[in-house]
C-alpha cells in the first residue's frame, strides 16, 4: 500500500465541476495487418486482461483517511470490473472526422469515478468516412488521471498493450489475482496522527483545501484591484472554462519541418513548430477581429535535474513562458524572435521539447505523457517554483518513431487530448509518430465553438512557412554556381588525365564536377 504523493493530491482538491485533472490518448489502427484481418473488440478485452499484471495502475484505487488528515492511499480495488474500465463505442453515420474529434472531447471532459481505477479505455468503431482509413479501422482512447501516472515507474499504460511487429506474441492466460485487504478506517487514522508527529502542519491539511479551494477568487480579486505593470493581454482562452471541451488535429511530415527551420540559422525543429502554433493562433484571432496590439506568451514544461542528486534522480519540474511574437506580421521574423528565445534561454535548452522531436522518439509514449502531463498540470495548479502566468501551453509528448501493433493492428494515428483550466483554456499537445508531427489543440467550446477553424488557421500558417521555405531553397539552388564538365581525352605528361594530376587543395576548391548526362538524368527521377 503506497500513499498518493503530496503535490498528486493537488489534482484531486484542485478538481471542480467545470475543471478535471484528465489525460487522454489518441491513436487510430489499421486492421488489415492483424492476422484476420479485422479485430474484434474481445480480443482487445482479451489483451487488456492478458497485461493487467504489468502495472499496478490498473487495479489500484484510492482510499481517502478519515477527516482528511493525511493524503490518500492507492489500495487495490476488490471489486474490480475489467469489462467497466474497457468499453466498446461506435460513431453514428457517416462517421466523419468531425464526429469522432467530438466523441472524443465529450469522452474526456467526463470525470472519472474517484471510487475506481483512474483510467478508462474505449475502443471507438465506425470510422466510416476518415480519409486513407481501410474498412474497419477503429481507435483506442486511453483517458487517465494525472494523480494515476506514475512517473517513477514509467507507468506506460499504452506502451503495455502494444507490439513492434505485427505478429502479436501468444497470449498468456491472465495471472491469478488476489487482492489485498484494505486498510480500516481507525488504521488510517493511526497512520496520519502518527504522520503528524513528525509533520506537525498536516494537521492543517483539511483548512489548507478550503483555503486552496477560494484561493483563486482571492487572486482574482486582488489582480483586479493591483494589475501588474508587465501583465499579458487577454484573449477569450483566458477565462473561465466550461464543462465541455473540444478537441482538433493536424498532421505534418517532420521532414517539411525540418524545411521550415532553415528559414532561420541554427533553428530547431521545435522552435518551427512554435512558430506555426503561434501564427495559427494569430490567424484565429485576427479572424476574429480580437488580435491584440501586445505580444502574447506560451507555457512550454520543463524538467531539470540537480547535479548533485546524478542521473539517476527524479526531474524537478519548472516551467518557461515563451513570448510568441503573435503580434509579428512576418512569418520569418516571428520564427527568428522565437528562436532567439529558445536559445538563450538556460531552461529551455533543456527541455522536453528543446531537442529534435527524433531524438527523443524512442522514449515510452506513456512514460513521456506521464511527466508532461504531471508538468502542466502543476503549472496549471501553480505549484511550480515559479508562477506561470501565459495566454496557452503548448507540450510534447513524443511517440515511437518506427510503427507499432496493438494486436497485429498498425498503429497509424497518435496524439493527446490535454487538460485546460480556468486562465488557461488553450493547450496544443504536439504528438510526434513515426515521421510525422501531430498538433493538436485543446481548448472551452465556449471558447473555441470552432475547433475546425482553427485547426485550418495552423494548417495555413504551416503551408504559408512551408512555401516560403521552398521558395528560398529554389533560389538558393538557382543562385549557387554550376560545375563545368573538364574537356575529355586531356591527358597530363605521365599518361594519367589532368583531373587526377591536379593537387587535392585544388580539386576542393573547384567543386564538383558534373555527372554523365545519364547519370544526372537518373538523378531527377529518383528526387
Known amino acids: 500500500m503506497r500513499q498518493l504523493s503530496k503535490n498528486d493530491a493537488l489534482f484531486l482538491a484542485s478538481e471542480s465541476a467545470h475543471s478535471n485533472s484528465n489525460v487522454s490518448l489518441v491513436q487510430i489502427y489499421d486492421p488489415s495487418t492483424a492476422p484476420a484481418g479485422k479485430l474484434q473488440f474481445k480480443s482487445i478485452l482479451a489483451l487488456v486482461q492478458s497485461r493487467l499484471h504489468r502495472s ?3 487495479r489500484q484505487k484510492l482510499r481517502s483517511v478519515p477527516l482528511g488528515i493525511d493524503e490518500p492511499y492507492w489500495i487495490e480495488d476488490e471489486n474490480f470490473d475489467l469489462e467497466y474500465h474497457v468499453r466498446n463505442v461506435a460513431l453514428p453515420k ?34 466510416d468516412s476518415l480519409l486513407d482509413l481501410p474498412k474497419d479501422s477503429f481507435a483506442l482512447l486511453t483517458k487517465l488521471h494525472n494523480a494515476a501516472i506514475d512517473v517513477r515507474r514509467g507507468t506506460a499504460i499504452i506502451t503495455l498493450l502494444h507490439d513492434m511487429t505485427p505478429e502479436p506474441p ?12 484494505p486498510p480500516g478506517s481507525l488504521e488510517l487514522v493511526c497512520r496520519g496522527l502518527a504522520r503528524a508527529v513528525t509533520s506537525p502542519g498536516r494537521l492543517t491539511r483539511p483548512l489548507r483545501k478550503v483555503v486552496a479551494s477560494v484561493a483563486p477568487a482571492v487572486r482574482s480579486f486582488a489582480a483586479d484591484l493591483l494589475p501588474s505593470q508587465d501583465a499579458l493581454p487577454v484573449t477569450r482562452f483566458n ?108 531552461l529551455i535548452a533543456r527541455a522536453i521539447g528543446a531537442r529534435e522531436l527524433t531524438d527523443i522518439g524512442t522514449h515510452s509514449p506513456a512514460a513521456t505523457l506521464a511527466l508532461t502531463g504531471k508538468m502542466l498540470g502543476r503549472a496549471l495548479l501553480g505549484v511550480g517554483r515559479r508562477a506561470p502566468i501565459a495566454n496557452c501551453a503548448i507540450t510534447n509528448v513524443p511517440g515511437p518513431s518506427i510503427p507499432i501493433y496493438l494486436n497485429g493492428a498498425r498503429m497509424t494515428y497518435f496524439s ?59 533560389a538558393k539552388a538557382a ?17 594519367k588525365s589532368a583531373r587526377a594530376a591536379q593537387p587535392a587543395a585544388r580539386t576542393a576548391a573547384t ?17
Open 170 to 181: 501468444q497470449q498468456e492466460p491472465p495471472e491469478p489475482w488476489f487482492p489485498e485487504s
Open 416 to 474: 493527446a487530448i490535454m487538460p485546460i483550466n480556468d486562465g488557461l483554456g488553450l493547450v496544443f499537445a504536439v504528438t510526434s509518430y513515426d515521421g510525422k508531427i501531430i498538433v493538436s489543440p485543446t481548448s472551452c467550446r465556449e471558447q473555441m465553438p470552432d475547433p475546425e477553424v482553427f485547426a485550418q488557421c495552423l494548417r495555413d500558417c504551416f503551408r504559408e512557412y512551408l512555401a516560403l521555405a521552398r521558395k528560398r531553397a529554389r
Open 479 to 495: 543562385a549557387a554556381p554550376k560545375a563545368r564538365p573538364a574537356p575529355d581525352g586531356r591527358k597530363s605528361s605521365g599518361g
Open 239 to 346: 477565462s473561465i472554462v466550461s464543462p465541455y471541451r473540444v478537441f482538433e488535429t493536424r498532421r505534418f511530415q517532420l521532414a517539411e519541418f525540418r524545411e521550415i527551420r532553415r528559414l532561420v540559422p541554427r533553428a530547431t525543429v521545435n522552435d518551427a513548430i512554435l512558430a506555426v502554433c503561434a501564427g495559427g493562433l494569430r490567424r484565429y484571432l485576427d479572424r476574429n477581429e480580437e488580435l491584440p496590439e501586445q505580444d502574447l506568451s506560451t507555457l512550454m514544461p520543463v524538467y531539470v535535474r540537480d547535479p548533485e542528486t546524478g542521473p539517476g534522480s527524479r526531474p524537478e519540474v519548472e516551467w518557461e513562458r515563451v513570448m510568441l511574437g503573435v503580434n509579428i506580421a512576418d512569418p520569418v521574423k516571428r520564427l527568428a524572435y522565437i528562436k532567439a528565445q529558445t536559445a538563450s534561454s538556460r
Open 56 to 58: 499496478p495502475v490498473f
Open 94 to 127: 457517416p462517421g466523419d472526422w468531425r464526429q469522432f474529434c467530438i466523441q472524443t472531447s465529450r469522452i474526456h471532459a467526463r470525470p472519472l469515478d474517484l471510487n475506481r481505477p483512474l483510467w478508462e479505455l474505449y475502443v471507438i468503431e465506425g470510422l
Open 511 to 527: 567543386g564538383p564536377r558534373a555527372a554523365p548526362a545519364g547519370r544526372r538524368r537518373s538523378r531527377a527521377q529518383a528526387g
